[in-house]
């Protein structure tokens, strides 16, 4: 159980368009999704938190006009990567959180993005 | 302001022993944390995790310990296989639920 999937796996796109990546929990219903981005051998960076029906919130200095997250159902997250530049190419990773029992609180990842801007 | 640290970048153990990964954190506020395991080009994969009103939980081969006085866990591994060997990352939250943040991760390289 507590599967996220997320698509594409890898993309490639040129430098002014937008990319819409999707964050999906297979199994369980998530009220709430985040979405992090990894660099090169450095550690996962929260850039939002999305919960279903509502606004994302993000974290200090991520530009919320510049990825835009829609949580439209308690299953599916998207983040859209608009008018991307080389310097957004990262490994972009969903997670959803889940509460199995009373006193746990887990967030399960998705096998993450590659996002290339060339 | 890196408030979850590995400070070992790596660490390399024989197959069959004992392989212990450190991690401290600053923010007292935190009361739950998690240990994942992370494979090149994938997701974070959830191994175990503990809660601030306990100090040790364990799951099959893998215990972690909670040292809040010290602000300290550890995660041991035992016995260490080699394909245990990938990059470790604990990462901590507070408000039960809130957003997690990781450590910088530790590349564990079990040797047969």
């Known amino acids: 159980g507590a599967v996220v999937s997320q698509h594409p796996s890898r993309v490639i796109c040129k430098s002014g368009t937008s990319v819409k990546i999707e964050c999906r929990s297979l199994?369980?219903?998530?009220?709430?999704m985040f979405w992090y981005r990894q660099f090169p051998k450095q550690s996962l960076m929260l850039m939002a938190t999305?919960?279903?029906?509502?606004?994302?919130?993000?974290e200090q200095g991520v530009e919320k006009d510049k990825f835009l997250i829609n949580h439209a159902s308690l299953t599916l997250s998207t983040l859209t990567v608009t008018s991307a530049h080389p310097e957004d190419s990262s490994f972009y990773i969903c997670s959803a959180r889940t509460t199995t029992s009373p006193g746990t609180d887990t967030q399960y990842f998705g096998p993450g993005t590659r996002l290339t801007v060339l | 302001d890196q408030q979850v640290k590995q400070n070992s970048p790596s660490l390399s153990v024989q197959e069959g022993r004992i392989s212990i990964l450190n991690c401290d954190y600053t923010n007292s506020m935190f009361d739950y944390f998690l240990w994942y395991k992370k494979y090149p080009a994938e997701g974070p994969t959830f191994l175990i995790s503990i809660s601030s009103i306990k100090d040790k939980n364990e799951d099959g081969r893998f215990t972690v310990f909670l040292n809040k006085s010290a602000k300290h866990l550890s995660l041991h591994i035992v016995p260490s296989q080699p394909g245990d060997s990938t990059v470790y990352f604990c990462a901590a939250t507070y408000n039960q639920g809130g957003k997690l943040i990781f450590g910088q991760g530790t590349e564990l390289s079990v040797k047969p």
């Open positions: 199994d369980f219903q998530a009220t709430t």
């Open positions: 999305s919960n279903e029906g509502s606004k994302a919130t993000y």
